[in-house]
């Protein structure tokens, strides 16, 4: 048996009786660390080239810890690795199969360094690149709606306040508002990015290290922008986890505001626009039904990416410096943070890009909302009246309407004149929806030009 089959052997002089079977369970982590083992290997591979241009290591050491690394590496990928429960963690698994591997050179990998360093190394390796991914996926669901505004920039539905009908506004400015908050989302994890990518390896178990170690070297080969400046920072530390998953959390809310309107529009008393079969699901017992079961589990999914915010948050605090193991706990809710963000921005990309638009469904429940009342008000504005009491005037159009059970377009112009004489004819443009679109022609406005402007502009900066 090599010394480092058993994790207890690892440091075992000290110890004169084993753990329970209980407490390896309670206090392993490798049957979720695993995933790790890309970036453990990669961080190895650096350190152990460092080791030897420092000549801390010979030549000969590096060059039998790189090969034995590139078979562990082989055997993981295959499924032929032998994960053991013994080991503890996705560190010591790797380390031994090397010594088991290599001999004495496996042995000297550890040298200036600690499994402290070394998993704050690999989680913000492994962060680093799945943020990259997520990037990657905030971009394509910002092109599929910008996509989808591009279709319907001319289709009309009401905005609301309150869930109340508030004005008219384009499909297409209705969506380019989810464009702005993924673009953010976009923007917010970069910068997130520029802070995991920071090596901490070289701190070694919490102090520094007595070896001549080059720090900036392993940086380097790591691609990482810089090196943790505090050894003890740099072990303790989890913010940048927690930080990406605040972003995260952001996004899921985000993606959670969709789902609550795709929901919305899609059900009987909206129908507003219809949701590709693929996305939805039957009852088991109402056969007339059609759920929209993906928006309502990304509603609900951003619940448990804002619990694992919580729970990272409450992990760190009350940590005292430096490394303490409770910082294993940080993985599961990193993970399926991950996870769950990937799965749901893929998911409504697609979902998106199937939706079926009822533009005649939108502008009904727009006339019927009396949302073009501003349009009166500011139609009586321009022949002179202040508005205070323009708006006093039309909530007595309004109310008129609302008894002839009809739309302030549809009120005869003789009826809108005895409210205002200065109403002419040109107040049936003011007040369709049309024009009540296009009078709103500032910038970030939803008249179609505004619109048509804004689409260009993120085509440019999406390379779409
Ligand atoms: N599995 C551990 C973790 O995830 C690795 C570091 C353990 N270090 C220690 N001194 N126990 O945090």
Redesign the pocket.
């Given at each position: 048996m090599s010394q480092l089959d058993k994790k207890s052997e690892a440091w075992s002089a000290l110890f004169s009786e084993p753990m329970s079977d209980l407490v390896k369970r309670y206090t392993a982590?490798v049957f979720f660390?695993k995933r790790l083992w890309r970036a453990d290997i990669r961080g190895s591979l650096a350190h152990a080239a460092m080791l030897a241009r420092q000549g801390i290591i010979t030549d000969a050491d590096r060059d039998a810890i790189h090969k034995g690394l590139a078979q562990v590496a082989q055997e993981i990928e295959s499924g032929a690795f032998d994960w053991k429960l013994d080991l503890?963690?996705?560190?010591l698994n790797i380390e031994a199969r090397l010594t088991q591997l290599v001999g004495d050179a496996g042995k000297r990998l550890h040298t200036g360094r600690?499994?402290?360093d070394?998993?704050a190394t690999d989680i913000r390796l492994w962060l680093r690149d799945e943020i990259d991914a997520i990037a990657a996926l905030l971009l394509a669901l910002q092109k599929a709606l910008v996509d989808v505004a591009d279709k319907h920039v001319d289709v009309v539905l009401p905005g609301f306040t309150h869930l109340q009908v508030a004005q008219p506004v384009s499909f297409g400015h209705h969506m380019l508002a989810y464009v702005e908050m993924f673009s953010r989302d976009h923007e917010r994890m970069l910068e997130v990015r520029a802070r995991v990518n920071r090596l901490p390896l070289g701190a070694a178990?919490l102090a520094g290290t007595s070896y001549p170690l080059d720090r900036a070297f392993v940086a380097k080969e790591l691609e990482m922008d810089g090196v943790c400046q505090n050894s003890l920072d740099a072990v303790s530390d989890r913010d940048f986890a927690i930080e990406f998953t605040a972003a995260a959390s952001i996004a899921m809310v985000h993606v959670s505001r969709l789902s609550e309107e795709l929901v919305l529009w899609m059900s009987q008393n909206f129908g507003f626009i219809r949701i590709a079969d693929r996305f939805t699901t039957g009852s088991s017992i109402m056969p007339q039904k059609k759920n929209p079961d993906v928006a309502e589990l990304a509603r609900g999914k951003s619940g448990r990416v804002v619990g694992h915010l919580m729970g990272l948050l409450t992990l760190m605090k009350g940590q005292p410096l430096a490394?303490n193991?409770d910082?294993?706990e940080?993985?599961e809710p990193l993970f399926d943070t991950v996870d769950t963000l990937k799965d749901t921005l893929r998911i409504f990309a697609e979902m998106v890009a199937g939706i079926t638009v009822q533009p005649e469904a939108m502008e009904q429940a727009a006339r019927r909302g009396y949302a073009t009342a501003t349009d009166l008000a500011d139609y009586l504005v321009k022949k002179g009246l202040p508005f205070r009491d323009a708006h006093e005037t039309v909530a007595h159009a309004v109310k008129a309407a609302m008894s002839h059970a009809c739309d302030l377009s549809e009120l005869p112009l003789e009826v809108l004149q005895q409210f205002n004489a200065a109403i002419e004819k040109d107040v049936y443009d003011a007040m369709s929806l049309r024009g009540s679109l296009e009078a709103r022609n500032t910038l970030g406005g939803t008249a179609p030009v505004q619109v048509r402007a804004q689409i260009a502009r993120h085509r440019s900066r999406l390379g779409s």
């Amino acid at each position: 048996m090599s010394q480092l089959d058993k994790k207890s052997e690892a440091w075992s002089a000290l110890f004169s009786e084993p753990m329970s079977d209980l407490v390896k369970r309670y206090t392993a982590s490798v049957f979720f660390d695993k995933r790790l083992w890309r970036a453990d290997i990669r961080g190895s591979l650096a350190h152990a080239a460092m080791l030897a241009r420092q000549g801390i290591i010979t030549d000969a050491d590096r060059d039998a810890i790189h090969k034995g690394l590139a078979q562990v590496a082989q055997e993981i990928e295959s499924g032929a690795f032998d994960w053991k429960l013994d080991l503890e963690d996705v560190h010591l698994n790797i380390e031994a199969r090397l010594t088991q591997l290599v001999g004495d050179a496996g042995k000297r990998l550890h040298t200036g360094r600690s499994r402290n360093d070394q998993v704050a190394t690999d989680i913000r390796l492994w962060l680093r690149d799945e943020i990259d991914a997520i990037a990657a996926l905030l971009l394509a669901l910002q092109k599929a709606l910008v996509d989808v505004a591009d279709k319907h920039v001319d289709v009309v539905l009401p905005g609301f306040t309150h869930l109340q009908v508030a004005q008219p506004v384009s499909f297409g400015h209705h969506m380019l508002a989810y464009v702005e908050m993924f673009s953010r989302d976009h923007e917010r994890m970069l910068e997130v990015r520029a802070r995991v990518n920071r090596l901490p390896l070289g701190a070694a178990a919490l102090a520094g290290t007595s070896y001549p170690l080059d720090r900036a070297f392993v940086a380097k080969e790591l691609e990482m922008d810089g090196v943790c400046q505090n050894s003890l920072d740099a072990v303790s530390d989890r913010d940048f986890a927690i930080e990406f998953t605040a972003a995260a959390s952001i996004a899921m809310v985000h993606v959670s505001r969709l789902s609550e309107e795709l929901v919305l529009w899609m059900s009987q008393n909206f129908g507003f626009i219809r949701i590709a079969d693929r996305f939805t699901t039957g009852s088991s017992i109402m056969p007339q039904k059609k759920n929209p079961d993906v928006a309502e589990l990304a509603r609900g999914k951003s619940g448990r990416v804002v619990g694992h915010l919580m729970g990272l948050l409450t992990l760190m605090k009350g940590q005292p410096l430096a490394y303490n193991k409770d910082n294993q706990e940080d993985k599961e809710p990193l993970f399926d943070t991950v996870d769950t963000l990937k799965d749901t921005l893929r998911i409504f990309a697609e979902m998106v890009a199937g939706i079926t638009v009822q533009p005649e469904a939108m502008e009904q429940a727009a006339r019927r909302g009396y949302a073009t009342a501003t349009d009166l008000a500011d139609y009586l504005v321009k022949k002179g009246l202040p508005f205070r009491d323009a708006h006093e005037t039309v909530a007595h159009a309004v109310k008129a309407a609302m008894s002839h059970a009809c739309d302030l377009s549809e009120l005869p112009l003789e009826v809108l004149q005895q409210f205002n004489a200065a109403i002419e004819k040109d107040v049936y443009d003011a007040m369709s929806l049309r024009g009540s679109l296009e009078a709103r022609n500032t910038l970030g406005g939803t008249a179609p030009v505004q619109v048509r402007a804004q689409i260009a502009r993120h085509r440019s900066r999406l390379g779409s």
